[in-house]
T-cell receptor, first 113, second 111 residues
Framework: DSGVTQTPKHLITATGQRVTLRCSPR?????VYWYQQSLDQGLQFLIH???????AKGNILERFSAQQFPDLHSELNLSSLELGDSALYFC????????????FGPGTRLTVL | GQNIDQPTEMTATEGAIVQINCTYQ??????LFWYQQHAGEAPTFLSY????GLEEKGRFSSFLSRSKGYSYLLLKELQMKDSASYLC????????????FGRGTSLIVHP
């Protein structure tokens, strides 16, 4: 158990819908990273927040957005969902931001039908 | 950008030793990570190398040669539970500090 929690564990929805994934980092960690993992793409970095501020963006679609709240939990919002958005979404946390080892949560499996 | 290459799949026998290689090309280097990921589960941190040489941690060791752009993960006394995907991730210096992950090596340990 990494200490990072993610909810929900599974999510099934339809195309065109919007969902919110939630992540709580390890106690004391200020950084939250979001990743998408699909069978054909591997682990793809989406976005990084540090102490409430966006620090880096990766291959994140405009339909996706995220935020980190004052209590340091983070939410990833996915809208206008498409079949290709079906994937495992992982959140990871770390202590200092740049140069951190990342500890991953259990992930949310999103299925878009 | 970065290119990270790992074998797609490897098989080994329980009790044996296996070496999983990772080669990378990057403009600037600031650390290499190895993660273990069982199917459908979260990646779990195994090791971090930033200087050349071997880091040993129980049955697992990781080696880095920065001049060759090369790392390997060595697993000794293989157990069935070591069947998993092993991800190599490289972090660049300057610019983005977010590690880029390779596609992973699926290791199958058989009796």
């Amino acid at each position: 158990d990494s200490g990072v929690t993610q909810t929900p564990k599974h999510l099934i929805t339809a195309t065109g819908q919007r969902v919110t994934l939630r992540c709580s980092p390890r106690s004391g960690d200020l950084s939250v990273y979001w990743y998408q993992q699909s069978l054909d793409q591997g682990l793809q970095f989406l976005i990084h927040y540090y102490n409430g501020e966006e620090r880096a963006k990766g291959n994140i679609l405009e339909r996706f957005s995220a935020q980190q709240f004052p209590d340091l939990h983070s939410e990833l919002n996915l809208s206008s969902l498409e079949l290709g958005d079906s994937a495992l979404y992982f959140c990871a946390s770390g202590t200092r931001g740049p140069g951190d080892t990342q500890y991953f949560g259990p992930g949310t499996r999103l299925t878009v039908l | 950008g970065q290119n990270i290459d790992q074998p797609t799949e490897m098989t080994a026998t329980e009790g044996a030793i296996v070496q999983i290689n990772c080669t990378y090309q990057t403009s600037g280097f600031n650390g290499l990570f190895w993660y273990q990921q069982h199917a459908g589960e979260a990646p779990t941190f195994l090791s971090y190398n930033v200087l050349d040489g071997l880091e040993e941690k129980g049955r697992f060791s990781s080696f880095l040669s920065r001049s060759k752009g090369y790392s390997y993960l060595l697993l000794k006394e293989l157990q069935m539970k070591d069947s998993a995907s092993y991800l190599c991730a490289v972090r660049r210096s300057g610019g983005s500090y977010i590690p880029t992950f390779g596609r992973g090596t699926s290791l199958i340990v058989h009796p």
